[in-house]
Nanobody, 118 residues
Framework: QVQLVESGGGLVQPGGSLRLSCTAS???????KGWYRQAVGKQRELVAT???????NYADSVQGRFTISRDNAKNTVYLQMNSLKSEDTAVYLC?????????????WGQGTQVTVSS
């Protein structure tokens, strides 16, 4: 089992920046890691992912504004969020997944609230 703990959320004005962190209880260097978000009344959506070789993928809505990165030595994944908009307001959740004996395993953090408002 892998436990994930997010931090770094908060209240920020439109145009501002935040950096989210997700620290794992063990090594997740070989996992696909991602950030998802869920706004009130909406379905959970993918924000960004990073693979074990560092390949990144972003939702169109955050492309060019958000950057996902990882520090394998610290078992931590980051999400740098710049030029924040009100529509970025959501609970942001960290995810790590891999296949074990052909079975997909997914691990989730508890989430951190990001509110973009003036």
């Amino acid at each position: 089992q892998v436990q994930l703990v997010e931090s770094g959320g908060g209240l920020v004005q439109p145009g501002g920046s935040l950096r989210l962190s997700c620290t794992a209880s063990g090594s997740i260097s070989m996992y696909v890691k991602g950030w998802y978000r869920q706004a009130v009344g909406k379905q959970r959506e993918l924000v960004a992912t990073i693979t074990s070789d560092g390949t990144t993928n972003y939702a169109d809505s955050v492309q060019g504004r958000f950057t996902i990165s990882r520090d394998n030595a610290k078992n931590t994944v980051y999400l740098q969020m710049n030029s924040l908009k009100s529509e970025d307001t959501a609970v942001y959740l960290c995810n790590a997944e891999n296949y074990l004996f052909g079975v997909l395993r997914q691990f989730w953090g508890q989430g951190t609230q990001v509110t973009v408002s003036s």
